[in-house]
């Protein structure tokens, strides 16, 4: 596989973040994420991540960082949002390459708890989430 996991350099690829995740959640308006991406000040680059291939973003997922208060003590919570894969490069290896780059660095950090949403429960197993 000829591809590139990065962030987001610039708002022309933040744009093409917002396209890819229109296309592979059409029933999700795209005022959702324009509000989510373009317009959140917890917004980072650094914490969207983008799988290019042949020159365009086919494959994207995003940390989202939160505090949680427990005894009294601020932890760190870490989700993951956004994922998602062009329907044509689906079943080809891109999402499951960028998750495993999202948690390679995501070991790096001291949280107590990563949690993830999905109604595809059975493809996230792999990635140690239950």
């Known amino acids: 596989m ?8 610039n708002i022309k690829q933040d744009k093409k973040v917002i396209l890819l995740l229109e ?6 308006s795209r005022r959702y994420f324009d509000n989510r991406i373009m317009r959140d000040s917890s917004y980072g680059r650094k914490n969207s991540y983008i799988l290019i291939k ?7 997922a995003y940390i989202f ?11 760190k919570i ?14 080809q290896g891109y999402c499951s390459n ?4 999202v948690l390679d660095d995501l070991k790096k950090e001291d949280a107590c708890l990563i949690i993830l949403f ?8 792999k990635f140690g989430f239950s």
């Open 2 to 9: 000829d591809y590139c996991i990065t962030h987001p350099k």
């Open 118 to 125: 999905t109604r595809i429960s059975d493809f996230y197993r």
């Open 23 to 28: 296309k592979c959640f059409p029933k999700i």
């Open 54 to 60: 042949d020159g365009s973003i086919v494959s994207h």
């Open 65 to 75: 960082r939160k505090k949680l208060c427990r005894d009294k003590k601020q932890e």
């Open 78 to 91: 870490l989700g993951l949002g956004f994922i998602a894969t062009l329907k044509s490069y689906r079943n």
């Open 98 to 101: 960028i998750l495993w780059s």
